[in-house]
């Protein structure tokens, strides 16, 4: 399967613990989306990368949020020091920036998420 | 992003069209309109987008009117798969706008038997 995965599928934790969460793009995609679901809502924006460079993020995106990206393929977000209104899915989208143009049309692929739960 | 406004929830019969509305009122003229759907325990799909003119590919018909302040989206034979969450966005696509897609609430659509 060549779509976005997502790694863990599902992640438990306690409150003031720790998570990270992996995300592996489509291999010729140079964006990178992350995505906060809460239950019923829509899916919100966190950040976006394009190849190793973070160019854009949410102001939902606080101090205890930090993602990376480091060689322009798979990306990881970590949550520091976890709270219960952490609680969401994670979606992880990639798309593909053709050079040259200055506009951007171009769909995004979503992964299938992680579902954190923080006890 | 200019803001959508799509009706909650609707009902569909298996095998019948599902003419899905969304208002965009306060759209501009570098914003396309997209559309996403979101089944159950799954990432979000793209499914199709426009910005003046109809819109066709193997999922789906975008309708767009001609003052662009709401569209449609046709499934025209609606299968119990096609039962998800559908989301209408406006995007912007100028460098300046940014690439974030802002999700609304959607439309629950239940296709029925």
């Known amino acids: 399967d060549t779509g976005v995965s997502q790694d863990p599928r599902h992640k438990i934790t306690k409150r003031g613990q720790n998570v990270t969460f992996r995300c592996d793009p489509i291999?010729?995609?140079?964006?990178l989306y992350w995505y906060r679901q809460t239950l019923g809502q829509g899916p919100e924006f966190l950040t976006y990368?394009?190849?190793?460079?973070?160019?854009?993020k949410s102001r939902l995106l606080s101090d205890r949020f930090s993602a990376e990206r480091p060689k322009g393929s798979f990306s990881t977000l970590e949550i520091q020091r976890t709270e219960q209104g952490d609680s969401a899915m994670y979606l992880c989208?990639?798309?593909?920036?053709?050079?040259?143009?200055?506009?951007?049309?171009?769909?995004?692929?979503f992964g299938p998420g992680t579902r954190l739960t923080v006890l | 992003d200019a803001k959508t406004t799509q009706p909650p929830s609707m009902d569909c019969a298996e095998g019948r069209a599902a003419n899905l509305p969304c208002n965009h009122s306060?759209?501009?003229?570098?914003?396309?309109v997209y559309w996403y759907r979101q089944i159950h325990s799954q990432g979000p799909q793209y499914i199709i987008h426009?910005?003046?003119n109809n819109e066709t590919n193997e999922m789906a018909s975008l309708i767009i009117t001609e003052d662009r302040k709401s569209s449609t989206l046709i499934l025209p034979h609606a299968t119990l798969r096609d039962t998800a969450v559908y989301y209408c966005?406006?995007?912007?696509?100028?460098?300046?706008?940014?690439?974030?897609?802002?999700f609304g609430g959607g439309t629950r659509v239940l296709v029925k038997p």
């Open positions: 989208a990639s798309s593909l920036r053709l050079a040259g143009g200055p506009t951007d049309y171009n769909e995004q692929f």
């Open positions: 291999s010729e995609h140079n964006r």
């Open positions: 990368f394009q190849n190793e460079a973070q160019l854009e």
């Open positions: 306060t759209i501009s003229g570098n914003e396309y």
């Open positions: 426009g910005l003046k």
């Open positions: 966005i406006v995007r912007a696509t100028i460098k300046a706008a940014g690439n974030k897609l802002t």
